[in-house]
DNA sequence: GCATATTACTTGCGTACGCAATTAATGTGT
DNA sequence: ACACATTAATTGCGTACGCAAGTAATATGC
């Protein structure tokens, strides 16, 4: 059990690298996006009314809130995303996706897939995605806002 | 197909960021290291000659060289690792793993099990924890230098 | 209702990283 | 053997990040 564990999170730290290089290269070449922004888009477009709190995308994403800060920067003014004041908190400064972001997120959530589905094209079987797939997701059951 | 794959890998991402918090964090409180430092040591220990060059390394830590020079600097002076001319090759700087290096790398892996146990503990059976890693081992199965 | 604590967000600062240019050495073609 | 390409490593430079401090607003305790 000791044994398989240590490998299985080594594995998986090496899985990620790979495919962050991987994604990174992709996704900024297609759109203006870097894998970090399409995330980003894509955690707003799974939340209720298309918006979050700064300090909510930051735990989702798992980067500091003055992250998320710097970052909405940019996208603001590509009018990817809004500044939204909450009126019943004035603290509160959610980040909304806009139309046009709407678009974009959808169009990079594609590519994402299209490139999800070539890395197990070769040598894997359905029913082993989708168990990986469910064996990570219950790796990530333990706590909120898990993506998609 | 897609869709699983889709969700295998987004669900990748976030366990990677996670594990990455938790371990990064319990790593630099018991050793001096960071998980990336641990990461680098622990490529070294199961080399050919406990050593590597600076290029293999950023390959296999998926890092520029120029990064791994910069992280070597206070290794050495910590006396963890040392460089190593090649005779054959005046270009070549090998970063070897000394005997100090050795002892910490050691103590840092068996951290690293013990936090690597704590994870699949509770809710995993051992089927489950070799299914995952094996699943993981063949996401990285076409490429070289895939740690322990 | 007022003082204090907590929360959301921003900003300054230091650090870590990748890219590109540089230097030095080895490989290759003729 | 010599010119040129390639490779390893380092360094300058710009960028992105986290932490901690600062500011403003809301929540809590008395």
Redesign the interface.
């Given at each position: 059990?000791?044994q398989?564990?240590?490998?299985?999170?080594?594995?998986?730290?090496?899985?990620?690298?790979?495919?962050?290089?991987r994604?990174s290269g992709a996704l900024g070449g297609v759109h203006g996006l870097g894998l970090k922004e399409a995330?980003f888009l894509m955690h707003l477009q799974q939340a209720p009314l298309r918006r979050l709190t700064r300090v909510d995308l930051a735990k989702r994403?798992?980067i500091s809130a003055s992250t998320v800060t710097r970052m909405a920067v940019p996208m603001e003014k590509l009018g990817l995303v809004a500044r939204q004041p909450d009126p019943r908190d004035a603290r509160l400064a959610y980040v909304v996706l806009t139309e046009t972001g709407q678009a974009i997120v959808t169009d990079a959530r594609a590519t994402?897939?299209r490139?999800?589905?070539e890395?197990?094209r070769d040598?894997?079987t359905?029913q082993?995605?989708?168990?990986?797939?469910d064996?990570?997701?219950?790796?990530?059951s333990n706590?909120i806002g898990?993506?998609?």
């Open positions: 059990m000791t398989s564990s240590l490998t299985a999170i080594l594995h998986l730290f090496q899985a990620q690298a790979r495919l962050e290089e994604f995330l994403l798992h994402f897939e490139l999800a589905t890395v197990f040598r894997w359905e082993e995605v989708g168990q990986l797939a064996l990570l997701g219950r790796l990530n706590q898990v993506l998609a």
